[in-house]
């Protein structure tokens, strides 16, 4: 079965600095992918990067990116110039095999809050 | 947003009581997923439906049922609710066989069970 973990329950961030929330996976398939989700307190989640097993290079999607080290089982999200409206839970999933419609596992999530 | 929508918005039952929310996949998806998220939890995986059929179940109990009609849109019913199933529901649509057929979720239904 796969496992979520995120270590971080809440982070405080200043205006315009880079973050990293982290993220480590259990499993043991070779086929699986990796997303981050945003959760606004309205409650949407909001999908922000993927990864796949088997993808070289690391995600990246404007201000987000991800630090993929397939051999620690770790995905790291990094927003760059972090904003205001970046305050949210994050969250990391995962789902195993080739389809990202499978079911996802979460982890507990991460609360960022951006200071100004 | 992402085209997915959901209702309603907010729900009140009470202990005993039968449920069905509501689940509008975006256009173009074929599947749609559902989720349980607790306070303070991560979302919990209920089950997903593919072309109108159960494709995939989570880890609960009967009471918990579905339906995909054909327009792809699809309904969560819960029967004999509980204090505990108190949560935001979420719908997740996706294209299967499409690229990374990600996940879009919708808004969510917050219900409370008294």
């Known amino acids: 079965a796969q496992k979520i973990t995120q270590t971080q329950p809440g982070m405080f961030v200043q205006e315009k600095e880079a973050v990293t929330l982290d993220c480590t996976y259990d499993t043991s398939d070779q086929s699986y992918g990796l997303f981050w989700y945003k959760q606004p307190s309205s409650g949407e989640m909001i999908f922000l990067i993927y990864?796949?097993?088997?993808?070289?290079q690391n995600a990246t999607e404007g201000r987000y990116s991800l630090n993929f080290q397939k051999a620690r089982k770790s995905a790291n999200l990094v927003i760059s110039a972090s904003q205001l409206g970046d305050s949210a839970m994050y969250f990391c999933a995962m789902f195993k095999g080739n389809f990202g419609n499978e079911k996802l596992t979460f982890g507990t999530g991460t609360r960022l809050t951006i200071i100004p | 947003e992402t085209g997915v929508t959901q209702s309603p918005t907010h729900l009140i039952k009470t202990r005993g009581q039968q449920v069905t929310l509501r689940c509008s996949s975006q256009s173009g998806h074929n599947t749609v997923s559902w989720y349980q998220q607790a306070l303070g939890q991560g979302p919990q995986f209920i089950f997903q439906y593919y072309r109108e059929e159960e494709n995939g179940r989570g880890n609960f109990p009967p009471r918990f049922s579905g339906l995909q009609f054909p327009n792809y849109s699809s309904e969560l019913n819960v029967n004999a609710l509980e204090l505990d199933d108190s949560a935001l529901y979420l719908c997740?649509?996706?294209?299967?066989?499409?690229?990374?057929?990600?996940?879009?979720f919708g808004p969510g239904t917050r219900l409370t069970v008294l």
């Open positions: 990864q796949g097993s088997y993808d070289e």
């Open positions: 997740a649509s996706s294209l299967l066989g499409e690229g990374t057929d990600t996940q879009y």
